[in-house]
C-alpha cells in the first residue's frame, strides 16, 4: 500500500500529463474505488476534482503574467476547448481567464499541492484477520460521490422499520456496504442486513452478493461519529507499514445487534478486504 505522500507526489510530478482515476489506480496496484475512498478518506479531496483544482490554480498563475494566450494554457490544462476551460475556470476562481489576465492582482483561491505530513492518528484495537464465506447483503442503497454524501444518513433511518423483520434474515446486525464503483469514482451503499436469499424483500431494498474474501477487522473504539478517524488511521498507518494492500472487494461496517449509539450499547466493526501487497514500483512510468 502506498502512502499518501507518494500519490500526492506521483501526481504533482505528472499534473501536465493526460491522468485519469483508471490510471493513477493502476500505477498503486488499487482498484478506482480503493483509491478513490483512500484518497477522500485522507486529503478531505475526491481525487479527479484536486487534480483539475490543482490544474487551474497553475493555469490562473500563467494568466497572472499577463502574455499568455488564454487557448494555449486551456489546452496545457487539459481542457480541449477556449469555453470548456472558461467555464470550469469561473466555476472554480468566481472570474473569468480573461479577468486574470487583464487584473493579474485579482483576489484568487488558488489550491496549493497539499502536504500530508503532520497526519494525526489514534490508537487502533488490534485487528483480527478472518476469511468469510459469501454473503448476500439486502437493504435501502443509493449512489454517492464522497464530495457527496449525505444522503446516507437516510437510507439508514429508511431501513429502521424493518429490521428483523426482513424475510429471510440471518442474525440481527446491520451492515454498511460501499460496493459498485463506477468509473468516475462514485459508489453504491447499502445499509442493509444479511439475508439468506434475495426473494421476496420489500419493496425497494436492493442487493449484493460478496464473494469469499479476507479481512483484516477493526473494532471501533468510541462513538460512530468518530468513525472516519478508525479508517483515516487504518488506511494511512496500518495499512502503509502492513504487509498488504487492498483488495479490490468492497469494504464494510458490521453493527452488532445490540448497536445504539444513544444508549452507548454495541459496537461496530471495520472489514477491510486484503491481498498480499506487490514489491513497490521503482520510478515513474512512461505513458503510452
Given at each position: 500500500?502506498?502512502?499518501?505522500?507518494?500519490?500526492?507526489?506521483?501526481?504533482e510530478?505528472?499534473?501536465?500529463?493526460?491522468?485519469?482515476?483508471?490510471?493513477i489506480?493502476?500505477r498503486?496496484?488499487?482498484?478506482?474505488?480503493?483509491?478513490s475512498?483512500?484518497f477522500s478518506?485522507?486529503?478531505?479531496?475526491?481525487?479527479?476534482?484536486?487534480?483539475?483544482a490543482r490544474?487551474?490554480?497553475?493555469?490562473?498563475l500563467?494568466l497572472?503574467?499577463g502574455?499568455?494566450?488564454i487557448?494555449?494554457?486551456?489546452?496545457?490544462?487539459?481542457?480541449g476547448?477556449?469555453?470548456?476551460f472558461?467555464?470550469?475556470?469561473?466555476?472554480?476562481?468566481?472570474?473569468?481567464?480573461?479577468?486574470?489576465r487583464d487584473?493579474?492582482?485579482?483576489?484568487l483561491v488558488?489550491i496549493?499541492?497539499?502536504?500530508?505530513?503532520?497526519?494525526?492518528?489514534?490508537?487502533?484495537?488490534?485487528?483480527?484477520?478472518?476469511r468469510?464465506d459469501?454473503?448476500l447483503?439486502?437493504?435501502?442503497?443509493?449512489?454517492?460521490t464522497?464530495?457527496k454524501?449525505?444522503?446516507?444518513?437516510?437510507?439508514?433511518?429508511?431501513?429502521d422499520?424493518?429490521?428483523?423483520q426482513v424475510?429471510?434474515?440471518?442474525?440481527?446486525?446491520?451492515?454498511?456496504l460501499?460496493?459498485?464503483p463506477?468509473?468516475?469514482g462514485?459508489?453504491?451503499?447499502?445499509?442493509g442486513?444479511?439475508?439468506?436469499?434475495?426473494?421476496g424483500?420489500?419493496?425497494?431494498f436492493?442487493?449484493?452478493?460478496?464473494?469469499a474474501?479476507?479481512?483484516a477487522?477493526f473494532r471501533?473504539?468510541?462513538?460512530i461519529s468518530t468513525?472516519?478517524?478508525?479508517l483515516?488511521?487504518?488506511?494511512?498507518?496500518?495499512?502503509p507499514?502492513?504487509a498488504?494492500?487492498l483488495?479490490?472487494?468492497?469494504?464494510f461496517?458490521?453493527?452488532?445487534a445490540?448497536?445504539?449509539?444513544?444508549?452507548?450499547s454495541g459496537?461496530?466493526?471495520?472489514w477491510?478486504?486484503l491481498?498480499?501487497?506487490t514489491?513497490?514500483h521503482?520510478?515513474?512510468?512512461?505513458?503510452?
Amino acid at each position: 500500500m502506498r502512502s499518501i505522500e507518494k500519490i500526492l507526489w506521483f501526481i504533482e510530478s505528472q499534473l501536465a500529463s493526460d491522468l485519469d482515476l483508471g490510471y493513477i489506480a493502476q500505477r498503486f496496484d488499487l482498484s478506482p474505488f480503493a483509491l478513490s475512498r483512500f484518497f477522500s478518506l485522507t486529503t478531505g479531496w475526491p481525487l479527479m476534482r484536486y487534480i483539475r483544482a490543482r490544474r487551474l490554480s497553475q493555469a490562473a498563475l500563467e494568466l497572472r503574467g499577463g502574455q499568455a494566450e488564454i487557448l494555449q494554457v486551456a489546452l496545457a490544462a487539459g481542457y480541449g476547448s477556449h469555453e470548456a476551460f472558461t467555464r470550469a475556470f469561473g466555476e472554480q476562481f468566481g472570474v473569468s481567464p480573461r479577468q486574470v489576465r487583464d487584473q493579474p492582482h485579482a483576489d484568487l483561491v488558488l489550491i496549493e499541492p497539499l502536504s500530508m505530513k503532520n497526519l494525526h492518528f489514534i490508537t487502533l484495537a488490534e485487528p483480527r484477520f478472518e476469511r468469510r464465506d459469501g454473503f448476500l447483503i439486502a437493504g435501502m442503497g443509493g449512489r454517492f460521490t464522497f464530495e457527496k454524501n449525505e444522503g446516507i444518513v437516510g437510507l439508514w433511518q429508511a431501513l429502521d422499520p424493518y429490521m428483523g423483520q426482513v424475510p429471510g434474515q440471518v442474525g440481527g446486525g446491520a451492515y454498511g456496504l460501499c460496493c459498485n464503483p463506477g468509473e468516475d469514482g462514485s459508489f453504491e451503499y447499502i445499509a442493509g442486513v444479511e439475508v439468506a436469499r434475495g426473494e421476496g424483500l420489500p419493496a425497494g431494498f436492493r442487493t449484493f452478493k460478496l464473494d469469499a474474501q479476507d479481512y483484516a477487522v477493526f473494532r471501533h473504539q468510541g462513538h460512530i461519529s468518530t468513525l472516519h478517524q478508525t479508517l483515516f488511521t487504518v488506511f494511512n498507518q496500518w495499512l502503509p507499514a502492513s504487509a498488504y494492500s487492498l483488495a479490490d472487494a468492497p469494504e464494510f461496517e458490521a453493527y452488532s445487534a445490540d448497536f445504539d449509539p444513544g444508549r452507548g450499547s454495541g459496537f461496530v466493526e471495520v472489514w477491510i478486504p486484503l491481498k498480499k501487497a506487490t514489491s513497490e514500483h521503482v520510478g515513474l512510468p512512461e505513458r503510452e
